[in-house]
């Protein structure tokens, strides 16, 4: 259930942002930068006994902040990321998984010793564990 929720979501950004760079972990070189890295899922109880609300943060992250213009570069990028996610009414994923946004948050993240900013965009989806 983690790694399908995980490919679902991975999915979904691929065929929304072909164009953008998609890694699994962060990359160890600012000149790979800006990016989407997709992090690893969890889950909590959901409302029912039987559902547990699956959750996985996608990162997005920009330039250093000397190399201009990089604020709107990632501010419209996490704005495709929100999109693309379906943003908080949900979307459906390539293999059928409907996934929603319940978060969004800016950050600082490190690559290579130097920080960059980013966003943190939580992912959610429910799947029944019966």
């Known amino acids: ?3 399908e929720f995980r490919t ?3 999915g979904s950004l691929q065929a929304a942002l072909p164009d ?4 699994a972990i962060i990359p160890d070189d600012v000149a790979e930068l800006p990016c989407i890295v997709v992090g690893r899922p969890g889950g909590r109880p959901g409302r029912e006994r039987v559902v547990i609300d699956l959750t996985l943060q996608v ?3 920009g ?3 000397q190399a201009g213009g990089n604020e709107d570069e990632l501010i419209a990028l996490v704005d495709r990321v929100f999109v693309a996610l379906g943003g908080t009414r949900g ?3 390539p293999g059928g998984e ?3 946004v319940a978060r969004v948050d800016a950050r600082t993240l490190s690559v290579a010793g130097i920080d960059v900013p980013a966003y ?3 992912a959610e989806a429910s799947a029944a564990t019966c």
């Open 8 to 10: 679902e979501v991975v």
């Open 59 to 61: 990162f997005v992250l």
């Open 1 to 3: 259930m983690f790694a």
């Open 120 to 122: 943190s965009v939580e």
């Open 91 to 93: 979307t459906k994923s």
């Open 20 to 23: 953008v760079p998609l890694w």
């Open 98 to 100: 409907v996934i929603a």
């Open 63 to 65: 330039r250093r902040q």
